[in-house]
């Protein structure tokens, strides 16, 4: 009788927590506005779920609210934005009912965000843009370039009829030259990096939303580890220059794919180890020398934007290799 119960209950809350995100689907369909706030609500229904019960009540009330928005909206739009809801939403929630670290939960988060990424990317080109990659990126590259050529001169025009001789306007020239420069394969390189630095924003603001909600909900959740904590551990670094090292030995010996293997590895591990610097800055900054966030916030902002930011990468590869602030269990130095 006790299973019937649960089985009874178990079925009524995912369905009415299917109706929930059909209607979170729905309005994040119709308001192109609020999409990026629905992918951080999107989860947290999902993830109750899997915290209350088990992955089989949530995936069944997943395919629920998929077909509810099929049937009131849009079916190619339902299974697009079931995606992130399924693989963040059972992510967290697997986190939370496990009583993770907060470090751990960041973790997943990032990993599930990265391949939810992959997935819409992959599942958009095929059923909405109903393009092959290679094709987008090279008319993605073809209208930036424009777009930019546009800009640029529009703000040449502009800054001539206020008196600014063409000498002065070279830096905008510099500019568009750099511009130019970008093709296809750079394009691509770019792409693992640019993923892996969106998956890292939004696991830490999905983290922030889904505390924020799910204690309320009495799902207790650590408080979100603070970017100063944050650090690249020697596996992963030694994982990342490894790939890097047989990336450019690839390209060395012209083998199909090396060129790629070894800018797009030298790109993420730049990315990778910039965060790492900045975490560490943040660290000294806030830690050490007891400065103010909004300060901090500041001197990190101005110096990323200027030349100055190469040091990071410095910063964050010797922080790997070191581990000054002591977080990484598999440092080297372990006094």
Same mark, same amino acid.
């Given at each position: ?19 929930? #995100? /059909? ?9 192109? +506005?609020?999409?990026?706030?629905? @992918? ?9 779920? %899997?915290?209350?019960?088990?992955? *089989?009540?949530?995936?069944?009330? #997943? ?8 049937? &009131? !909206?849009? $079916?190619?739009?339902?299974?697009? /934005?079931?995606? $992130? ?8 929630? %697997? ?11 960041? &973790? ?9 990424? #992959?997935? @819409?990317? =992959? ?10 990659? +290679? ?10 370039? *424009?777009?930019?050529?546009? /800009? ?5 025009? @502009? %800054? ?5 001789? $063409?000498d002065q306007l070279k830096v905008l020239d510099r500019s568009y030259e750099m511009i130019n420069k970008i093709d296809v394969a750079l394009f691509l390189a770019l792409i693992p990096a640019v993923i892996f630095v969106f998956?890292?924003? /939004? ?23 603070? !970017? ?20 450019? #030995?690839? =390209? ?7 060129? %790629? ?17 900045? =975490? ?6 806030r830690v050490k020398k007891k400065l103010s966030k909004p300060i901090v916030i500041l001197i990190l902002g101005l110096t990323i934007i200027s030349p100055l930011s190469n040091i990071y990468f410095s910063i964050g590869l010797?922080?790997? =290799? ?14």
């Open positions: 009788m006790g299973n019937k119960n649960y089985s009874a209950k178990a079925i009524v809350e995912a369905a009415l927590i299917s109706v929930i #995100i /059909s209607i979170i689907m729905i309005l994040t369909g119709y308001l192109p +506005m609020v999409s990026f706030i629905g @992918t951080l609500i999107l989860p947290i229904p999902v993830a109750v779920l %899997y915290i209350r019960y088990n992955k *089989k009540v949530t995936i069944t009330a #997943i395919v629920l609210s998929i077909i509810l928005t099929s049937m &009131l !909206f849009n $079916p190619i739009r339902a299974i697009y /934005s079931a995606i $992130p809801c399924m693989v963040i939403g059972m992510a967290l929630g %697997y986190c939370v009912k496990k009583n993770k670290k907060s470090s751990t939960t960041l &973790l997943f988060l990032g990993i599930a965000s990265f391949i939810s990424n #992959i997935l @819409t990317i =992959a599942f958009s080109l095929s059923f909405i843009a109903k393009v092959n990659f +290679m094709d987008f990126s090279s008319e993605f590259v073809g209208l930036l370039k *424009k777009s930019m050529k546009i /800009s640029i001169d529009g703000a040449k025009n @502009t %800054y001539m009829q206020k008196g600014i001789t $063409p998956s890292f924003i /939004s696991a830490y603001l999905n983290y922030i939303v889904s505390r924020a909600i799910l204690n309320k909900l009495n799902y207790k959740m650590e408080e979100v580890l603070p !970017f100063s904590k944050v650090y690249v551990s020697n596996i992963v670094g030694a994982v990342l220059i490894g790939i890097v090292c047989i990336g450019i #030995i690839l =390209a060395s010996k012209e083998i199909t794919g090396g060129k %790629y293997i070894r800018s797009s590895s030298q790109l993420l591990m730049q990315n990778v180890f910039i965060i790492n610097g900045l =975490a560490a800055s943040t660290y000294f900054l010797m922080e790997m =290799a070191f581990d000054f602030r002591k977080l990484d269990p598999y440092r080297i130095r372990r006094k």
